[in-house]
């Protein structure tokens, strides 16, 4: 993923309204981050607890929508939907994205349970627990967050999608 300014992210929220706009708090290491090791950036927001947001790139274009965090954490511990970590070192909470299009007026969401940290592309690039003598390691971890960034862009394009 290419560096993003916080005045390039604002201006890629997708279904926001400019009220949500306004109280967007990015986090006070965002000058830290390497988007280079990112697939998508997601932070949950320092002021508003149960609010995250993530920026994804489709087709180079940076693409940003605003998560909520359900109230209750899974009483059992759960994959992450999206890098599908195993071996998990944070909790995989549901989150969930209003709709773009009528079906978001209308107060449609998508959910997903994912990690509550937002270190999915982190988590895809470790190795797998057991591997044989000889195995690809790289293609291993190229294929891991290959699989995990369509599953992101997935999300993404269900949450932008406007038909009904």
């Known amino acids: 993923m290419r560096a993003l300014t916080q005045k390039q992210i604002l201006s890629a929220f997708r279904g926001t309204t400019k009220s949500e706009l306004t109280r967007v708090t990015f986090p006070l290491d965002f000058d830290d981050v390497d988007f280079s ?12 607890p149960r609010r995250a947001y993530i ?40 989150y969930t994205a209003r709709r773009t299009g009528s079906r978001g007026r209308r107060g ?7 990690c509550e940290g937002f270190g999915c592309s ?5 190795l797998p627990p057991a591997y044989h003598k000889g195995t690809d390691l790289d293609a291993i971890r190229a294929t891991q967050v290959a699989e995990m960034a369509r ?3 997935s999300f993404v394009t269900e949450v932008l999608s406007t038909e009904d």
């Open 108 to 114: 449609d969401t998508i959910g997903a349970l994912v």
């Open 122 to 126: 982190k988590h895809a690039r470790k």
């Open 151 to 153: 599953r992101v862009e």
């Open 37 to 48: 090791r990112l697939e998508f950036y997601g932070w949950r927001d320092r002021k508003i």
């Open 55 to 94: 920026v994804i790139e489709i087709d180079d274009e940076p693409i940003a929508l605003i998560l909520t965090r359900a109230e209750a954490k899974p009483s059992r511990r759960a994959m992450c939907a999206w890098c599908r970590d195993v071996d998990l070192s944070q909790d995989a909470v549901l």
